[in-house]
Nanobody
Framework: VQLVESGGGSVKTGGSLRLSCEVS????????IAWFRQAPGKEREGVAC???????????VYLDSVKGRFTFTIDKAKKKGYLQLNSLKPEDTATYYC?????????????????WGQGTEVIVSA
């Protein structure tokens, strides 16, 4: 399984970026995808995950600090995920990772996901 992210870059506060993740080689019908980020010296945190574990409603769960600014969309047929980042702030600066797994999860926990991309860097300057 391969995940390839793209779309990172350097923007000023208030700017926008669109991250893309292309998944290849995954065969499970129940596969899921999510976005995480990790800033220097900090733990990896879930940015946007799909609530598609047992009993999940399939909705997107966002990190509180990005609600209303980031939008996660999935095109399962094309095996692609997108993260639209609007109204960016300096505290959004991090390496953003796309993650996938053969089965859905109800928790935005990085330990659940077995497949990871290489990361794409987002830098937001004041």
């Amino acid at each position: 399984v391969q995940l390839v992210e793209s779309g990172g870059g350097s923007v000023k506060t208030g700017g926008s970026l669109r991250l893309s993740c292309e998944v290849s080689g995954i065969r499970s019908r129940h596969w899921t995808i999510a976005w995480f980020r990790q800033a220097p010296g900090k733990e990896r945190e879930g940015v946007a995950c799909r609530n598609d574990g047992d009993g999940g409603d399939g909705g997107i769960v966002y990190l509180d600090s990005v609600k209303g600014r980031f939008t996660f969309t999935i095109d399962k047929a094309k095996k692609k995920g997108y993260l639209q980042l609007n109204s960016l702030k300096p505290e959004d600066t991090a390496t953003y990772y796309c993650a996938a797994d053969d089965y859905g999860s109800s928790f935005c926990d990085p330990t659940w996901y077995g497949y990871w991309g290489q990361g794409t860097e987002v830098i937001v300057s004041a």
